[in-house]
């Protein structure tokens, strides 16, 4: 039972413009959700996250918005680099626990 | 400095032998995490130590076991390879609950 999922594999953009990444999840009881990258080779690097108490995060050219009525996530990068080119996972923790849960993960690819 | 590094980088194994994965923080941080990403991409928690303490121990074969010696360390030996053990190993680590997860590179292992 996937409880955090991230419906689209793939995402291609155009450099400049935006990149959406959305995430869905299952478990109303999350209260805090991250943002994750990961380049091949290289160990997941965290991006931005947000609490459940809060509805935006920004950080630079990354926001985050969720919406918990839809329990759902996304991130907004804007503008899209190349650099950004990356799979990006989205994970949720439940009250008292340290367990993340990820979801599968959407690879982007930002076009020059 | 590698804030999280995992020791070896890629293991290639025959089945049935005992193997371990070693991981080391420099962060100070009082938790640390091992995580399973299989051929489907799903990053899955396995352990994880707060304090040396023991305290997310999911549905996994008592084949793997976690040892962590100090906060500093948190190594996976895991008993009796077997193909299905295929996969990229995540050492992770955080200040606290809600805190980001700082990840190692990985350790890809391979069993034959």
């Known amino acids: 039972d996937q409880q955090v999922k991230q419906n689209s594999p793939s995402l291609s953009v155009q450099e400049g413009r935006i990149s959406i990444l959305n995430c869905d999840y299952t478990?109303?009881?999350?209260?805090?959700f991250l943002w994750y990258k990961k380049y091949p080779a290289e160990g997941p690097t965290f991006l931005i996250s947000?609490?459940?108490?809060?509805d935006k995060n920004e950080d630079g050219r990354f926001t985050v918005f969720l919406n918990k009525s839809a329990k759902h996530l996304s991130l907004h990068i804007v503008p899209s680099q190349p650099g950004d080119s990356a799979v990006y996972f989205c994970a949720a923790i439940l009250p008292g626990t340290y367990k993340y849960i990820f979801g599968t993960g959407t690879r982007l690819k930002v076009l020059a | 400095d590698t804030a999280v590094s995992q020791t070896p980088k890629y293991l290639v194994t025959q089945m049935g032998n005992d193997k371990s994965i070693k991981c080391e923080q420099n962060?100070?941080?009082?938790?640390m995490y091992w995580y399973k990403q299989d051929s489907k991409k799903f990053l899955k928690i396995m352990f994880s130590?707060?304090?040396?303490?023991?305290?997310i121990n999911e549905t996994v074969p008592n084949r793997f076991s976690p040892k962590s010696p100090d906060k500093a360390h948190l190594n996976l030996h895991i008993n009796s390879l077997e193909l299905g053990d295929s996969a990229v190993y995540f050492c992770a680590s955080s200040p606290g609950r809600s805190n980001e997860q700082f990840f190692g590179p990985g350790t890809r292992l391979t069993v034959l």
């Open positions: 130590y707060n304090n040396k303490e023991l305290i």
């Open positions: 962060l100070g941080h009082d938790t």
């Open positions: 478990n109303s009881m999350f209260d805090y």
């Open positions: 947000i609490s459940s108490i809060k």
